[in-house]
C-alpha cells in the first residue's frame, strides 16, 4: 500500500512538473533601459544619457554605455545585468553621455567586440592613408612630418587602448537579422556627425534602437525601411529636447502617418513635449521606456510597461528630466525661446 501511495505522489509530482514547465514562459526577446534621466524603478539612478541590454535573435547586445561609470555600475548591478557574455556592444555616437560607462564594461569584458562610427580623429581609433595631407618638398627634412617620409597608413590611438574596437562607415548586417545603420548628421551644431544605430529585423517588423538619431529619425526609419518596410518599433532617443512645436508635429506625423511605426517607447534625449506628442498620437502604442524599464519584443507589453496608461511622466520624473535636459540644450534656454517664437511668428 505504501509503495502505490509513494508511485502516485510520484506521478503527481512529475505531473505538476511537467505542467510548470509548459506554463512557464520561454526566454523572451526584451530590451532593458539601464541609463536615462527618467524612470520608476527606485533601485536605478538617474542621470542624463543613455543605454539600453538588447537580446533578441539569440543575441545579447549592449547599446551605449551612459554618462557615468559609477552611475552605469550600479545600474547593471541593480538589474543583474551581466555583461560578461555579451556578443557585442554598439556605441551609437561620441558623445559623452553614450559611452562614459564604457570603461566599466572593459573591466568585466575586456575582449569583447565594440562596433563604432568610423571617423578619421576619432577617440575610438582609427587610421587614413598619409595623402590626406598637403605636402611640400621644398622644406628641409627637419621641417616636415616623419622628416618628409611619412607611413603608408597613418594610425591613431583610442581613448581605450587594447579594446576590440571595428569601425562602422555604411549600413551593413553586423549577424543575421541583425544591422546597424550608419548616417551622418547634417544639422547645425552636430554637423559632420557620424552615428549607429541598431536595427533588429523580427518577425513583427523592424525593432530600431537609437541613441541620439541626430541625422534624424525620420532619415533614420527611412533607412531601416530598406532592411523591412514594416517597423515594429523604436527605442531610444530623438534628438528633439529643443525642438519646436511645428517640428516635432512633423516628426510625429512622419512616424505615424508615413513610416506607420506600430509602437513607439521613446526615451532620453527625445524631450518632454515630444514624450506628450507621441503619446496622444499613438496612444496605446506608446510605451513607458524609463530607467529599469524592461520592453518585451514581439508581443505585447505587460500592464507594468504602463502601455499607453497614465502620465508618461510623473511630477518627479519632469523635474528630474527639467533639471539634467538644461545640460544637453546646446543653444540656451533663450535660444530655445527665441526658436519658438519664430517659429510660430506670423
Known amino acids: 500500500m505504501q509503495t502505490m501511495r509513494l508511485f502516485e505522489l510520484s506521478a503527481l509530482l512529475i ?94 569584458n575586456p575582449k569583447v567586440k565594440i562596433y ?27 621641417m616636415r612630418y616623419f622628416d618628409g617620409a611619412p607611413p603608408e597608413t597613418m594610425k591613431f590611438g583610442a581613448a581605450w587602448p587594447g579594446a576590440n574596437f571595428e569601425p562602422i562607415d555604411k549600413t551593413v548586417e553586423i549577424a543575421p537579422g541583425v544591422s546597424l545603420i550608419a548616417l551622418v548628421s547634417d544639422a547645425p551644431g552636430t554637423k559632420e556627425l557620424k552615428e549607429l544605430s541598431l536595427a533588429i529585423n523580427t518577425p513583427a517588423g523592424v525593432v530600431l534602437v537609437v541613441g541620439c538619431s541626430h541625422p534624424g529619425i525620420d532619415k533614420i526609419v527611412e533607412a531601416a525601411t530598406a532592411i ?51 503619446k496622444q498620437a499613438f496612444g496605446d502604442q506608446y510605451i513607458y521606456a524609463g530607467v529599469g524599464a524592461t520592453l518585451l519584443l514581439g508581443e505585447s507589453p505587460a500592464p507594468s510597461q504602463r502601455h499607453g496608461q497614465g502620465p508618461a511622466l510623473d511630477d518627479g520624473d519632469l523635474a528630474t528630466y527639467r533639471r539634467l535636459a538644461a545640460r544637453e540644450d546646446p543653444f540656451g534656454a533663450g535660444k530655445l525661446h527665441r526658436m519658438r517664437a519664430a517659429a510660430i511668428a506670423p
Open 15 to 108: 505531473a505538476a512538473a511537467a505542467f510548470f514547465c509548459a506554463s512557464a514562459p520561454a526566454s523572451a526577446d526584451r530590451i532593458t533601459i539601464l541609463y536615462d534621466a527618467f524612470g520608476s524603478d527606485p533601485s536605478m539612478k538617474k542621470d542624463w544619457g543613455f543605454s539600453a541590454l538588447v537580446e533578441a535573435g539569440g543575441k545579447r547586445i549592449l547599446f551605449d554605455t551612459g554618462n557615468d561609470r559609477d552611475i552605469f555600475e550600479a545600474n547593471v548591478k541593480a538589474k543583474h545585468a551581466d555583461l560578461t557574455n555579451l556578443d557585442f556592444v554598439v556605441i551609437s555616437h561620441r558623445h559623452s553621455d553614450h559611452m562614459s560607462g564604457l570603461s566599466y564594461v572593459l573591466s568585466v
Open 228 to 278: 523591412n518596410p514594416k517597423i515594429h518599433e523604436i527605442v531610444g532617443g530623438f534628438h528633439l529636447v529643443v525642438a519646436p512645436d511645428e517640428l516635432i508635429a512633423k516628426t510625429v506625423s512622419a512616424l505615424k502617418d508615413t513610416y506607420k511605426v506600430e509602437t513607439i517607447a521613446p526615451g532620453h534625449c527625445t524631450g518632454e513635449p515630444t514624450f506628450a506628442a507621441l
Open 116 to 142: 563604432a562610427p568610423k571617423e578619421g580623429f576619432g577617440i575610438f581609433g582609427s587610421s587614413l592613408p598619409s595623402q590626406f595631407y598637403r605636402k611640400d618638398a621644398a622644406l628641409p627634412n627637419e
